[in-house]
């Protein structure tokens, strides 16, 4: 007997998040899931240094209590992504505007910056089951820009919803001279290390893969 067969349904799963991109990298896990973006009021970013591992998770847990809290039989997942100079720094956030786009820009021109992304993991409350997180680190290391490249990227509109002011996976790819560590951590959702927190929680998501529509080829 295959190990399809011997699988329990597949567990209804939550995407805790109104990111498209998010949404496309989760879908390459190949489990069917759902979104319902959380409705947490996520607050402002402080005007402070924060450990930043921290700071993302607390977030992400925040996001993904609130989704849990009205469906409690589903496997809910939250996260959240910041980006600063250090693993202790004040996390620059979305631009407010414009000029605050292109201040966030400038500010990474030319050095390497820390983006890190919480993910947070709310199990069925029938488990009575404490949530489990993880923070996930990835250095990026941006090319000189000119202030003509800077304007020119913020008036496209992308940095607008995004923390740092740009988009890793969009226009801003020829920005970035190196990264050390996940690339998918940057676009906003750790693959690996959500697979293994998946895992650790007692859902073997790989299982259940032949059941879900394959990802669109990218080819």
């Excluded at 597949?10 to 959380?38: K, N, Q």
């Excluded at 009205?70 to 980006?83: K, N, S």
């Excluded at 693959?191 to 007692?202: D, V, Y």
């Amino acid at each position: 007997m295959s190990l399809l067969l011997k699988l329990p349904p597949a567990p209804r799963i939550v995407l805790a998040s109104a990111s498209p991109r998010r949404r496309e990298l989760f879908a390459l896990l190949g489990l069917p899931f759902e979104i319902i973006p959380s409705s947490y009021d996520e607050p402002t970013s402080p005007n402070q240094a924060v450990i930043l591992s921290e700071f993302v998770t607390h977030l992400a847990t925040e996001k993904a209590r609130e989704v849990a809290q009205h469906e409690p039989d589903a496997w809910v997942i939250g996260a959240d992504t910041e980006v600063a100079m250090d693993f202790v720094g004040t996390p620059l956030g979305k631009p407010r505007d414009t000029e605050d786009a292109c201040r966030m820009m400038a500010a990474l021109a030319g050095r390497r910056h820390l983006v890190c992304t919480g993910v947070a993991l709310f199990r069925p409350s029938s488990m009575n089951l404490p949530p489990l997180s993880i923070a996930v680190s990835t250095w990026v290391k941006f090319r000189a820009l000119t202030p003509k490249m800077i304007a020119d990227y913020v008036a496209t509109g992308e940095p607008m919803d995004k923390a740092g002011a740009y988009g890793a996976q969009g226009y801003a790819a020829p920005f970035i001279e190196s990264f050390e560590g996940d690339f998918f951590n940057v676009v906003g959702l750790p693959l690996c290390a959500l697979g293994q927190l998946l895992e650790t929680a007692g859902l073997p998501w790989s299982a259940y893969r032949s059941r879900s529509e394959k990802p669109p080829s990218t080819a």
